[in-house]
C-alpha cells in the first residue's frame, strides 16, 4: 500500500503565501507522478499542478504563474509553494501519486483558507 503525508496549510489573509509539501511511502518503486489537486465546498475536485518523474510540470491555468510545483531530486516528495492567495483559493488541497501500475492514491488533505 502506499502513504501520502501533506502538510503546510492553514488560514492567510489574501496576498499571502503557504508552501504545502507531500511525501509518498510504500509500495512505490522509482520516481512516480505526483499532482496537487483542489476542492472547494460545492464544487468539484480541480487539478491545480502536476509534476512528471522527470521533473517536467504543468498548471491549470488559474493558478498558473502563481504556485510552482516542485520535487526533491530521487525522491516523491512534493512542493507546492502557493503565492499571491485569494478568497477562491481556498479549499482543501490533496496530493497524489501514481504508482508503477497505474494506480492513484490520494493524501487525506490539507485545509488552505484565504480571508479577504
Known amino acids: 500500500q502506499v502513504q501520502l503525508v501533506e502538510s503546510g496549510g492553514g488560514l492567510v489573509q489574501a496576498g499571502g503565501s503557504l508552501r504545502l509539501s507531500c511525501a509518498a511511502s510504500g509500495s512505490i518503486r522509482g520516481i512516480r507522478p505526483m499532482a496537487w489537486y483542489r476542492q472547494a465546498p460545492g464544487k468539484q475536485r480541480e487539478l491545480v499542478a502536476q509534476?512528471?518523474?522527470?521533473?517536467?510540470?504543468t498548471y491549470a491555468d488559474s493558478v498558473k504563474g502563481r504556485f510552482p510545483m516542485s520535487r526533491d531530486s530521487a525522491k516523491n516528495l512534493v512542493y507546492l509553494n502557493l503565492n499571491d492567495l485569494q478568497p477562491e483559493d481556498t479549499a482543501v488541497y490533496y496530493c497524489?501519486?501514481?504508482?508503477?501500475?497505474?494506480?492513484?492514491?490520494w493524501g487525506q488533505g490539507t485545509q488552505v483558507t484565504v480571508s479577504s
Open positions: 509534476i512528471s518523474s522527470t521533473g517536467d510540470t
Open positions: 497524489a501519486i501514481r504508482d508503477q501500475w497505474s494506480r492513484d492514491y
